[in-house]
């Protein structure tokens, strides 16, 4: 089990560091797809889960294409989390392939009916074939379709509710979507429902400010915490009780000792809600 603490998302640069100092973290995530062609990494790996609780982060199964899974990728994905025994696997709120082409980005799907009879479909088969739960994870969101007449937290609230999935609330993407639409972040909080919340993301953000005075904040994953962020994260905190929290780092990923420290500020957060807890 994963348990109710912060722990780090595992990347390649910190794995020497992992196996040779064993730092005090309570759990760490990795990326599947970064897995699943075997080799060195999956041996690291290997190694790895011999001494931490492990979760499967995915970012390639395309949740939201309307033309299903891809078997292909579901498959290895299977075989995976049948080597690991993760903790917990999670996907996102989002698409990535279609008629047979695959972005490299997370894109944004339209909050409509339609779209969430697709994802309930696409969840229910990769939750059928790993023979599990998954959770779903909100992504950040820079552009919005003209038809999309559901709000995003009622259409996270009706996925959990129609599947079964938990939900992992990623509050800097919350934030981040938030300053871009210009929502207030906690309506969004407030309208999860909390037994659904079953993991809880932190990242940095930047923003992006332009010579007519506009400005966006684009998530990635390449700082500190944000005070706002951590604001939001205490206020998650009260609302589900203490849940694993991941502090993610992906671009410009600063050394071990970066992400421990803001595991720890986390910790000291989380800790802070103890009247809150939910029972193990």
Not at 97 to 120: K, N, Q, R, W, Y
Not at 188 to 215: N, W
Not at 227 to 234: D, G, P, R, S, T
Not at 260 to 265: I, Y
């Amino acid at each position: 089990m994963i348990p109710a603490a912060a722990g780090i998302g595992l990347r390649f640069p910190h794995h020497r560091a992992v196996l040779e100092e064993r730092p005090a973290v309570a759990w760490l995530e990795v990326h599947a797809e970064n897995y699943m062609g075997g080799g060195k990494p999956l041996m690291v790996l290997d190694a790895i889960r011999r001494d931490y609780p492990v979760a499967l982060h995915g970012v390639g199964l395309s949740l939201g294409s309307a033309d299903g899974l891809n078997e292909r990728h579901l498959a290895r994905l299977r075989n995976l989390a049948q080597r690991v025994d993760p903790g917990l696997v999670s996907e996102h709120l989002s698409w990535s392939a279609t008629g047979g082409a695959h972005f490299a980005d997370l894109l944004p799907l339209p909050f409509t009916e339609e779209a969430l009879s697709i994802v309930c479909r696409n969840v229910e088969a990769a939750q059928e074939s790993l023979g599990r739960r998954i959770l779903v994870e909100n992504a950040s969101s820079y552009l919005r379709y003209r038809h999309s007449p559901i709000p995003e937290w009622e259409f996270v609230a009706a996925l959990a509710e129609r599947t079964g999935c938990g939900i992992l609330c990623d509050v800097n993407n919350i934030f981040v979507t938030a300053c871009n639409h210009g929502f207030d972040p906690r309506r969004y909080l407030h309208a999860l429902p909390a037994e659904r919340v079953s993991e809880i993301h932190l990242a940095g953000h930047q923003v992006r400010k332009f010579e007519d005075g506009r400005s966006i904040r684009i998530d990635d994953h390449g700082s500190r915490v944000s005070h706002e962020v951590w604001a939001l994260y205490a206020e998650a905190l009260a609302l589900f009780g203490r849940v694993p929290t991941l502090i993610e780092w992906d671009t410009d990923v600063p050394p071990l000792a970066v992400l421990l420290d803001e595991a720890a500020q986390a910790q000291c957060i989380m800790s802070e809600e103890r009247t809150h807890a939910r029972p193990a």
